[in-house]
């Protein structure tokens, strides 16, 4: 007979899960990847990015961030070069940005994160065509430069501008 004998196995096996994150400006964040982006967000001052990540091993993420104006596929993110994250940043007015996380675990997986469209437009419309606290009795053209117009109203009502920004 063979003495009694404590064993112990262990075993180890090869992380195969992702990384999470998450990418926050203001009261805003992001934790997937957007294939469709609408530049629907918008600031009128300089924001901040705060990405944050984590691991189901509990090990430290790899993050990197990269700054675009337009949507990007995660075939055409896997060929760009991204900046290493280690504290917040800031994003600029008069700017249109996507930002994209690349989160990358010991284990080698990476995962691609990314906000919607953002807009920072300090950037004050321009009227024409009228001056403030004048009365006019003709018809006037007015004009709106404005990238970014949503809706013009005269006296509460709606107006639509036409291709050259007037009414």
Not at 10 to 25: F, H, L, M, S, Y
Not at 96 to 101: K, N, T
Not at 106 to 115: K, L, M, P, Q, R
């Amino acid at each position: 007979t063979m003495p009694a004998e404590d064993l112990t196995i262990t075993a180890q096996w090869r992380d195969i899960a992702v990384p999470t994150g998450e990418i926050k400006i203001a009261e805003n964040g992001w934790k997937s990847f957007l294939n469709t982006i609408t530049f629907r967000l918008f600031f009128k001052d300089t924001q901040t990015v705060t990405v944050t990540a984590a691991d189901n091993s509990g090990k430290a993420v790899k993050i990197e961030y990269l700054l675009s104006d337009k949507a990007l596929t995660e075939s055409e993110l896997a060929g760009m070069t991204f900046t290493a994250y280690s504290a917040p940043f800031s994003i600029n007015p008069d700017n249109e940005y996507v930002i994209y996380a690349k989160l990358t675990d010991t284990s080698g997986n990476v995962a691609y994160i990314n906000t919607n469209g953002i807009v920072l437009d300090a950037t004050v419309p321009v009227i024409s065509g009228i001056e403030a606290g004048k009365t006019y009795c003709a018809a006037q053209t007015v004009t709106i430069t404005e990238k970014y117009v949503d809706t013009v109203t005269v006296n509460g009502t709606e107006v639509t501008l036409d291709e050259n920004g007037s009414f």
